[in-house]
């Protein structure tokens, strides 16, 4: 019975996962390295970036995102322009506290405050001014 429920939760997260259409080192990668361990509470989805070298960008479920670099030796991630590689234990710990520091933005909407204020600037109504007087020849 033990050895039915292991199977079970590890064919319930491989199927959570395939919505991802990753290479399994990248998703081990995210997982073992990164530390997004499940995949689906943190990532949103991924695809493939016409990049060279190839990389794929990771989009988080606040709608940040970051890349995933293959290089000659190592993959590397790149958030906000700042490259770390995986292969360095120190560069991965610094890749995990800035990807901790994007999780922690504010969730992107479409619907934000500074367009519904765009509106109602519109929709007020506009005082009736006093015409300018001709000048008298």
Same mark, same amino acid.
């Given at each position: 019975?033990?050895?039915?429920?292991?199977?079970?939760?590890?064919?319930?997260?491989?199927?959570?996962?395939?919505?991802?259409?990753?290479?399994?080192?990248? =998703?081990?990668?995210?997982?073992?390295?990164?530390?997004?361990?499940?995949? =689906?509470?943190? =990532?949103?989805?991924?695809?493939?970036?016409?990049?060279? +070298?190839?990389?794929?960008?990771?989009?988080?479920?606040?709608?940040?995102?970051?890349?995933?670099?293959?290089?000659?030796?190592?993959?590397?991630?790149?958030?906000?322009?700042?490259?770390?590689?995986?292969?360095?234990?120190?560069?991965?710990?610094?890749?995990?506290?800035?990807?901790?520091?994007?999780?922690?933005? +504010?969730?992107?909407?479409?619907?934000?405050?500074?367009?519904?204020?765009?509106?109602?600037?519109?929709?007020?109504? =506009?005082?009736?001014?006093?015409?300018?007087?001709? +000048?008298?020849?």
């Amino acid at each position: 019975m033990k050895k039915l429920r292991e199977h079970i939760k590890n064919e319930i997260t491989r199927l959570m996962e395939e919505k991802y259409n990753l290479p399994f080192e990248l =998703v081990d990668a995210l997982k073992n390295d990164l530390k997004l361990n499940p995949l =689906v509470r943190y =990532v949103d989805f991924a695809k493939a970036a016409a990049t060279v +070298p190839p990389s794929y960008e990771i989009t988080l479920t606040n709608g940040t995102s970051f890349f995933i670099i293959y290089e000659d030796f190592s993959l590397a991630v790149e958030i906000e322009g700042k490259k770390y590689y995986l292969g360095d234990m120190e560069e991965r710990n610094e890749a995990i506290k800035h990807i901790n520091k994007l999780l922690k933005e +504010p969730q992107l909407n479409s619907n934000t405050d500074a367009g519904e204020e765009e509106t109602e600037e519109f929709d007020e109504p =506009v005082a009736d001014e006093p015409a300018e007087e001709e +000048p008298e020849a």
